[in-house]
C-alpha cells in the first residue's frame, strides 16, 4: 500500500468519518462494528445502494465513503461519479432507477472501492471514475481501516500486485489508452515507480531528486493523463502496456 502519510491522520485528533455502502446487510453491519472499534475511525452512516449512498453521503458529509460496486438501483461505479462531480455536472443515469441530484458537495469524500474479487472490471472502472483506491473485504479489518486512515490523509491506496493482476487480466489497450499530451522521460521513469507502490519521498530517494520536484512531476503525469488519482494513472499506465506485470523499478 502506497502512503507513508497515513499517520496524518492521527488516531488521537479528530477521528475520520466514514460511510459505509453495501447491498449486503450482513456484510455492511459486519463492516460497521469492525470498523467502529478501529483507532480514529467514526462510522457515521451506512447505504443499502449507490443512490442511497449518494444521498447519504451529501447529508452526512463522511470524510471518506467505503463503497461495494455491485449494488442494485446505482452500482459503485456511476454512485462514484455522481459523488466525484463538480456542482452542476451533468452525471450519465442510464441503466440506474432512481433520481438523484447530479450536484455534488463543495468537498466530496474520498470513495475507497471495497470488492470480494481482484479481477473484477467494476473496480477498474471505479478507479477510472476517481476512487482513490480499492480493498479486498477478505482483508484483515485493520488493513481495511488504515486504507480508509490513508485516503483521508490525501493519500492514494495502491496494491501493486493485486492492481497488476487486476488491470493485466483484462485485454491490453495499447497505445490509445494513453492521452495524446506525451510524458517525457522521467515523468515516465516517475509513472513506472509509482505503479510499484513507492510513495513520493520513496522516489524522490530513488532518483537521488527533491521532494518537491517528484511532486512536480507527479502532477505533470496525473493532469497529462486525465488520472484522477495516482491510482488511476496506474491503471492507465498498465492498460497502454507502458508498465509491464513484473516491474519493480
Known amino acids: 500500500m502506497t502512503g507513508s502519510d497515513a499517520n496524518a491522520a ?3 485528533g479528530a477521528p475520520v468519518t466514514l ?6 446487510a450482513v456484510t455492511r453491519s459486519g463492516l460497521r462494528t469492525l470498523l467502529s472499534v ?3 475511525i467514526a462510522v457515521i452512516g451506512e447505504a443499502a445502494d449507490g443512490v442511497e449512498a449518494v444521498e447519504e453521503a451529501r447529508r452526512l458529509r463522511p470524510d471518506v465513503v467505503l463503497m461495494d460496486v ?3 438501483r446505482c452500482n459503485g461505479i456511476e454512485a462514484t461519479r455522481r459523488l466525484l462531480a463538480g456542482p452542476g455536472d451533468a452525471v450519465d443515469t442510464a441503466g440506474s432507477a432512481g433520481s438523484v441530484d447530479t450536484a455534488g458537495p463543495v468537498d ?4 475507497v472501492v471495497i470488492t470480494t474479487f ?3 472490471d467494476y473496480v477498474t472502472a471505479a478507479l477510472g471514475a476517481g476512487a482513490s483506491g480499492f480493498v479486498l473485504k477478505r482483508l484483515p479489518v485493520r488493513q481495511i481501516a488504515e486504507a480508509v486512515r490513508v485516503v483521508a490523509a490525501g493519500e492514494a491506496i495502491l496494491f501493486p500486485a493485486a492492481l497488476s493482476r487486476m488491470v493485466t487480466a483484462r485485454p491490453l489497450r495499447g497505445a490509445e489508452a494513453l492521452p495524446k499530451a506525451a510524458l517525457t522521460g522521467r515523468e515516465e521513469e516517475v509513472l513506472r515507480l509509482m505503479a510499484t507502490g513507492l510513495s513520493n519521498p520513496e522516489i524522490a530517494q530513488s532518483l537521488a531528486v527533491s521532494l518537491e520536484t517528484v511532486k512536480t512531476h507527479v502532477g505533470n503525469v496525473l493532469t497529462k493523463l486525465g488520472a484522477q488519482n495516482r491510482t488511476h494513472a496506474v491503471v492507465i499506465a498498465y492498460e497502454s502496456g507502458l508498465v509491464v506485470p513484473g516491474f519493480t523499478g
Open 10 to 12: 492521527d488516531p488521537a
Open 19 to 24: 460511510l459505509i455502502a453495501d447491498d449486503d
Open 38 to 40: 478501529q483507532p480514529g
Open 70 to 72: 455491485r449494488m442494485p
Open 108 to 111: 466530496p469524500p474520498k470513495v
Open 118 to 120: 481482484e479481477n473484477d
